[in-house]
């Protein structure tokens, strides 16, 4: 049985006015104050809100269990990518969270939240011992198949008592999505080796363009419902047991140029028919710009192609302090250290 969303903002009004925010990190429990961001219908059917304690964005009111579980059938927005993006993404998340980790002798590698298995796929044709996670069983049969990737289905919690210990874990494009984000980063803490790493990517609510969209910000849709900030992300992995927290930051290389900006097109769209066409015409010009304009110019089509193009960015430095404001945070911490 099918569950559907609230997407009416009276209804959500009334489920807010009804209820109390517990925060999902800290636990403080708090009223909430006025929204950062309000509900917009179905594409995000509900206010974020910012902890008065620890300050994490996160959704209000929450899903139900229900509503949650109903979001990721197949008409998830990952599984409408085409093949060249998904290696693109591929080489890009590769070279960013898991070439500073590899080594002449195999490490064994997570990858939670794996979906089709590209990821999975370069780090194994790389030398990893690669193991797969993701809710849809789906999208892990289809990762197997294509790639003989060793996949399981379900949520992490599901498997700890049953999976050894890994040198890196990666959680790419995971945690946002998650209900109860320190519980979950227990779970992924316990099943790190001696010195194990956790890589984390995701959305940056500190980013500029959050800034410059607001509400027109390519990372709000209604499966985010916890957003992070550098320093939010830090205290999330503290909470959770972590050390020697790392933070950088970078954008997708689809959305790296103004002309690719959604938040872009959605001011642009506000004027008269011939300004919108001088206004993407000039835009337009500049289109080839940015660190990684090589990968949206020649897309990776197979697996041998995206293996080929890693070394390209090999040399691909992230920015650090105080450059922490493009649209991705790049996350690494570590078991058995504390900062």
Not at 196 to 212: E, Q
Not at 255 to 264: D, F, G, I, L, M
Not at 314 to 320: E, Q, T
């Amino acid at each position: 049985m099918s569950v559907a969303l609230t997407t009416n903002p009276i209804e959500v009004k009334r489920r807010a006015e009804h209820a109390v925010l517990d925060c999902v990190n800290c636990g403080a429990h708090q009223t909430p104050r006025l929204p950062v961001i309000r509900a917009n219908g179905l594409n995000r059917p509900f206010d974020l809100h910012r902890c008065t304690t620890c300050g994490l964005i996160q959704q209000f009111p929450r899903y139900s269990a229900g509503e949650l579980a109903a979001l990721y059938g197949a008409s998830y927005y990952v599984f409408d990518e085409s093949e060249e993006d998904r290696w693109a993404r591929a080489v890009q998340q590769y070279v960013i969270h898991l070439l500073p980790h590899e080594s002449k002798s195999p490490k064994r590698l997570l990858d939670v939240g794996c979906a089709l298995g590209h990821v999975a796929a370069l780090a194994q044709r790389r030398g990893w011992r690669v193991m797969g996670i993701d809710i849809s069983a789906n999208a892990v049969s289809r990762a197997h198949v294509e790639f003989g990737i060793d996949a399981r289905a379900g949520a992490l919690e599901q498997h700890v008592g049953t999976l050894p210990p890994f040198d890196v874990i990666l959680l790419g494009d995971v945690i946002e999505h998650l209900p109860q984000p320190v519980a979950f980063l227990k779970s992924v803490r316990s099943l790190l080796s001696p010195n194990g790493v956790v890589c984390i990517d995701t959305p940056n609510f500190a980013s500029r363009w959050r800034r410059i969209g607001r509400s027109n910000w390519i990372a709000l849709n209604r499966y985010h419902i916890n957003l992070f900030e550098p320093d939010t992300m830090r205290d999330c992995l503290r909470r959770a047991g972590f050390g020697d927290v790392a933070v950088r930051s970078y954008t997708n290389h689809r959305y790296e140029t103004w002309a690719s900006r959604p938040e872009v097109k959605a001011l642009i769209a506000w004027l008269p028919g011939g300004l919108q066409w001088r206004a993407q015409k000039i835009l337009s010009r500049y289109n080839g710009f940015g660190r990684w304009s090589g990968l949206r110019r020649i897309k990776p089509k197979t697996l041998d192609e995206a293996r080929a193009r890693v070394s390209d960015f090999a040399h691909y430095r992230l920015d650090g302090i105080p450059k922490l404001t493009r649209d991705n945070l790049a996350v690494t911490a570590r078991v058995g250290h504390a900062d």
